[in-house]
Nanobody, 126 residues
């Protein structure tokens, strides 16, 4: 079992930056692959970014490439999502997800993840 707790969401202006954190507790073998997803009002949840266990391999959705950076601190068992140059269309609830070994790369589909956080709201005003 893995528990995921996101934090760092809030209300910002377009062009601002925000850093989300996802603290994982429980079996570390179940959080080998970590990802971020988001869900805007009236839309389906979509993939944002994922990172491998060592943190040296990352993958991004085209919509955030070049603006967002995913990273992880294994000592703290925490994954971060640094979001720069935020746009109003980035407004969504952001979810952290985790899974153990055996996933393909990139791990960009919801059903590839076993554990989910409760989400944190990010609102970008124009």
């Amino acid at each position: 079992q893995v528990q995921l707790v996101e934090s760092g969401g809030g209300l910002v202006q377009a062009g601002d930056s925000l850093r989300l954190s996802c603290a994982a507790s429980g079996r570390t073998s179940s959080s080998v692959r970590m990802g971020w997803f988001r869900q805007a009002p009236g839309k389906e949840r979509e993939f944002v970014a994922c990172v491998n266990w060592s943190g040296d391999r990352t993958y991004y959705a085209d919509s955030v490439k070049g603006r967002f950076t995913i990273s992880r601190d294994k000592a703290k068992n925490t994954v971060y999502l640094q979001m720069n140059s935020l746009k109003p269309e980035d407004t969504a609830v952001y979810f952290c997800a985790a899974r153990g070994l055996g996933a393909s790369w990139p791990t960009s589909y919801e059903d590839e993840y076993d554990y989910w956080g409760q989400g944190t709201q990010v609102t970008v005003a124009s």
